[in-house]
C-alpha cells in the first residue's frame, strides 16, 4: 500500500515537472540550434569577449536594435537555439556605423561602452586570388574610402596604389564587406586570431 | 445602520475602463516604436529622395507625428525605446522584474546597475500585487481580446476550454526556468515569457521585416487559452506572473468585499480572469488589482481597501437567499428554545 502511494507521487511529481518543462521545451523546438556562419554573424560592436558570457548577459530585449540608425543589428530567429534573440549583425547585409549607441542603451552591459580602438567585432580579411585589384583585373579602392578608421586600419600597398591590405588598428565593422563591388565578396570579417594582417603588411 | 460607509468609492467601478486605457496605450507604442525607429533610421540616412513611395509616405505621416514634439527626430526619439521587458523613458532605465532574476540566475552574478532598473516595478509589485498583469501587460490586451471571442464563441454554441489545473502550477514552471538558467547560461525566461516575446516580435515584424522564434509560442498559448483552459497560461504557467505573485503576496491595496451588499450573485467569479473567488473572501496572492469584479458587481459589494491580509471568509451576502434562510432558521432556533 505505501508503496503504491510512493508511486502515484513519483508519477504525480514527474508529471508535475514536465508540465513546467513544457513550455521551455516548446520554445527549444521552435528555435532549433543551427551553426551560424561566422563572418555573417558578428556580435554587435562592445559586445563582451567570450560569447558563452554575452548570452548569458543578454536578455533579449531587442534594445541595441531599436537604437541602431542604420539598422544593423538584427536578432537570431528560429536557427538561433541557445543564443535565440540575441543580436548580430550581418555585414554582407548591413554593417555597423560605429555610433556607441547599442552600447550606451545596454541594461546588463552585455554591450559594454568601449572606446573605438578598443572595439573587437573582428577583423577584415581580404582574398588575394578574388579581389580586384589584386588579380589586375581593375582598380577599385571602394574599402579604403568607406572606412571610418582610415590609416588606422586600411591601406593601400605602398608600389600598387590600388590594392588594399587590412591593417592591425581594422576593429571588423564591416562596412567594407558592405560597399565590397565584387559578387563573390572577396573581403570578409573573422575573428581575430584568424585574421592574417602580418602577412599583408609584407 | 450606518448605510454611508458601505457604499465603495464611486470611481472604483470605473477603474477597470481606466485599466483597458492603459493596456491599449502600451499596446499601441509596441506598434508605434518600431514605425519611429524606421522613420529614424531614415533621417539618419540624408536620403528621402531615394526611398520607395511606401517609405516615403511612412516618412511623411511618422513626421506628421513627431515634429510637434522634437526638433532632431534622429537624436531626440531615442528618449522612448523598447519595450515592456526593458526600455527607456526619458533617461529613466525601467526593467522587468522577472529580467532582473534571470540575468542573475544565467550569469550567476549581480549586476547592480542592471537590478537598479528592476526596483520601481518591484516597488509598484510590493504595494499593488500583481499590477502589471492586469493593467500594462501587452501579452495581457490580447488574452483578454481571447477571452472575449471565446466568450462570442460559446454564445454562438461552440465549445471553449473551460478545464482548471493546479495554479502552483506556474511557481514550478518560474523554479524550472531559472534552474535551466543557471544550468545553460542563456535566459530561457525570455524565450516563453509573452510580453518579452509579444514587445520583440511586433519590433522584428514591423522594424526587421520577419518573424523571430516566437509568434509560433505565442499563438500556440492563445489556442491553448481558447481551446484548453480560459487564460491558461497566465493562469497556470507565466513565471513572470509566478514572481509578481509571490512579490504580491502581502500587498497593501486589495479588493475586498462588503458582505452587507453581496448577494451572492457570483458574477464575480464568473468575470475574474484568474479563476479566484472574490465570492468567498479568496483573493489570494494571483489577484492583479484589475478591478473587473468591482465594475460587475451590481449590487457594489466590492470596493479597494488599505490591508496587509485578505478577509476570512464572512459568510453570504446579506442580501441573498442563503443568508435569509440560515437567519430564519437562528430564528426559529431562538424561539423554540424560548
Not at chain 1, 578608421?149 to 571588423?172: D, H, M, S, T
Request: charged share 20%.
Amino acid at each position: 500500500m505505501q508503496r503504491r502511494g510512493f508511486l502515484r507521487q513519483l508519477t504525480l511529481g514527474s508529471g508535475l515537472l514536465a508540465a513546467g518543462t513544457l513550455p521551455y521545451g516548446l520554445a527549444r523546438l521552435l528555435a532549433p540550434a543551427a551553426k551560424a556562419e561566422p563572418h555573417t554573424h558578428l556580435r554587435p560592436p562592445g559586445a563582451l569577449a567570450d560569447d558563452a558570457a554575452f548570452v548569458e548577459a543578454c536578455i533579449g530585449c531587442g534594445l541595441c536594435g531599436e537604437v541602431c540608425p542604420p539598422r544593423c543589428i538584427v536578432f537570431h530567429g528560429r536557427e538561433g537555439g541557445d543564443q535565440v534573440n540575441t543580436p548580430y549583425i550581418n555585414p554582407e547585409q548591413k554593417a555597423c556605423i560605429l555610433c556607441n549607441k547599442c552600447m550606451e542603451v545596454c541594461p546588463t552591459e552585455a554591450l559594454t561602452e568601449t572606446p573605438l580602438e578598443k572595439i573587437d567585432m573582428g577583423i577584415a580579411q581580404i582574398d588575394r586570388a578574388a579581389c580586384y585589384p589584386w588579380v589586375d583585373r581593375g582598380i577599385c579602392g571602394a574599402c579604403v574610402s568607406i572606412c571610418p578608421l582610415g590609416e588606422r586600419a586600411i591601406g593601400f600597398e605602398l608600389w600598387n596604389q590600388y590594392r588594399p591590405f587590412v591593417k592591425q588598428g581594422c576593429v571588423g565593422c564591416g562596412l567594407c564587406v558592405e560597399v565590397c563591388p565584387e559578387p563573390s565578396l572577396p573581403i570578409r570579417v573573422v575573428h581575430r586570431s584568424h585574421g592574417t594582417v602580418a602577412e599583408h603588411r609584407v | 445602520m450606518n448605510t454611508r460607509a458601505l457604499k465603495p468609492f464611486f470611481l472604483w467601478r470605473h477603474l477597470n475602463k481606466l485599466r483597458w486605457v492603459t493596456l491599449s496605450v502600451v499596446f499601441a507604442m509596441l506598434v508605434l516604436l518600431p514605425f519611429v525607429h524606421v522613420y529614424q533610421t531614415y533621417v539618419a540616412a540624408h536620403a528621402y529622395d531615394l526611398l520607395s513611395p511606401e517609405e516615403q509616405r511612412l516618412y511623411d505621416v511618422m513626421e506628421g507625428l513627431t515634429s510637434p514634439f522634437t526638433n532632431d527626430p534622429a537624436e531626440d526619439l531615442d528618449a522612448i525605446k523598447g519595450t515592456t521587458w526593458s526600455g527607456t523613458f526619458f533617461g529613466l532605465q525601467l526593467s522587468d522584474p522577472l529580467a532582473a532574476l534571470a540575468q542573475t540566475a544565467a550569469a550567476r552574478s549581480l549586476y547592480w546597475p542592471f537590478l537598479l532598473t528592476a526596483l520601481i516595478p518591484v516597488v509598484f509589485t510590493i504595494v499593488f500585487g500583481r499590477f502589471f498583469c492586469g493593467w500594462i501587460c501587452p501579452a495581457t490586451f490580447v488574452y483578454e481580446l481571447n477571452t472575449n471571442l471565446a466568450y462570442w464563441l460559446r454564445r454562438a454554441g461552440l465549445r471553449t476550454g473551460q478545464k482548471r489545473f493546479n495554479r502552483k502550477l506556474k511557481y514550478l514552471v518560474l523554479g524550472i526556468g531559472l534552474v535551466l538558467s543557471v544550468v545553460t547560461g542563456s535566459v530561457m525566461v525570455a524565450a516563453i515569457y509573452p510580453p518579452a516575446v509579444i514587445g520583440r516580435e511586433i519590433y522584428y515584424v514591423i522594424a526587421l521585416g520577419g518573424f523571430g522564434a516566437g509568434t509560433v509560442f505565442y499563438v500556440m498559448t492563445l489556442l491553448f487559452d481558447l481551446l484548453v483552459a480560459r487564460r491558461g497560461f497566465c493562469r497556470y504557467l507565466c513565471p513572470g506572473g509566478a514572481l509578481y505573485s509571490l512579490l504580491g503576496r502581502y500587498r497593501p491595496f486589495r479588493i475586498r468585499r462588503i458582505v452587507e451588499n453581496c448577494n451572492d450573485c457570483a458574477k464575480c467569479n464568473a468575470i475574474c480572469e484568474f479563476g479566484l473567488d472574490p465570492l468567498r473572501d479568496n483573493f489570494g496572492q494571483e489577484c492583479n488589482n484589475c478591478s473587473a469584479c468591482i465594475a460587475i458587481c451590481p449590487t457594489d459589494a466590492l470596493t479597494f481597501t488599505i490591508s496587509p491580509k485578505d478577509q476570512p471568509y464572512q459568510g453570504p451576502g446579506h442580501l441573498g437567499r442563503k443568508y435569509h434562510r440560515l437567519q430564519h432558521q437562528d430564528r426559529q432556533v431562538r424561539e423554540e428554545a424560548a
